[in-house]
């Protein structure tokens, strides 16, 4: 069974940063696609970044520059670097696994950007 298990979110000040931790198990992690997305109130969810099993990465335009995506093959987990927060990227934040074999999600962290 694929499970994810994400962890990092909080409570920062705008300009801050979090780093958020999708640690995966249950599949074949190194040839998986693996992406965050993010909800916040009110609003649909956003693809927020993604990273390939070749390690390619694409992102969104409003976090381009700010967010950096990463994998550890070795220890089957994504990072996802959040720096220069604002407020604006409160929501949250979901990861995504994707193979030839599965598409799970996980249960989600809040992230949450305020004064």
């Known amino acids: 069974q694929v499970q994810l298990v994400e962890s990092g979110g909080g409570l920062v000040q705008p300009g801050g940063s979090l780093r958020l931790s999708c640690a995966t198990s249950?599949?074949?992690?190194?040839?998986?696609?693996i992406s965050w997305y993010r909800r916040a109130p009110g609003k649909e969810s956003e693809l927020v970044a993604v990273?390939?099993?070749?390690?390619?990465?694409n992102y969104a335009d409003s976090v381009r520059g700010r967010f950096t995506i990463s994998r550890d093959n070795a220890k089957d987990t994504v990072f996802l670097q959040m720096d220069s927060l604002k407020p604006e990227d409160t929501a949250v934040y979901y990861c995504?696994?994707?193979?030839?074999?599965?598409?799970?999600w996980g249960q989600g962290t809040q992230v949450t950007v305020c004064s």
């Open positions: 995504n696994l994707r193979n030839k074999w599965s598409d799970v």
């Open positions: 249950g599949t074949i992690f190194g040839i998986s696609t």
């Open positions: 990273i390939f099993g070749g390690g390619t990465t």
